[in-house]
């Protein structure tokens, strides 16, 4: 079993920043691709980045250039620089990890951008 723990989350202003990350533990031998996908109130849950092993990144067009996806490979975590927040980020955060082919996903974490 992999757990994915998220944290950084919280309520922003229009124009913030936030960071979140996400930690992998349990029976792990070598994670292949980690990303963020993100669920808004009424809304299916949806891509936002993700990130290889070797550190290709791919982001939705929502995002580019405003989120920034990293990963520690040593410590088996991936990270989410966001800035330039708008309303429309306002969702459920969730981590996912591809484990030995079987993808894992954390317990999500909340992203509330509001003026």
């Known amino acids: 079993q992999v757990q994915l723990v998220e944290s950084g989350g919280g309520l922003v202003q229009p124009g913030g920043s936030l960071r979140l990350s996400c930690a992998a533990s349990g029976s792990i031998f070598a994670i292949n691709a980690m990303g963020w996908y993100r669920q808004a109130p009424g809304k299916q849950r949806e891509l936002v980045a993700t990130?290889?092993?070797?550190?290709?990144?791919n982001y939705a067009d929502s995002v580019k250039g405003r989120f920034s996806i990293s990963r520690d490979n040593a410590k088996n975590t991936v990270s989410l620089q966001m800035i330039s927040l708008e309303s429309e980020d306002t969702a459920v955060y969730y981590c996912?990890?591809?484990?030995?082919?079987?993808?894992?996903w954390g317990k999500g974490a909340l992203v509330t951008v509001l003026s």
């Open positions: 996912t990890a591809v484990v030995s082919d079987m993808a894992y």
């Open positions: 990130i290889t092993r070797g550190g290709s990144a």
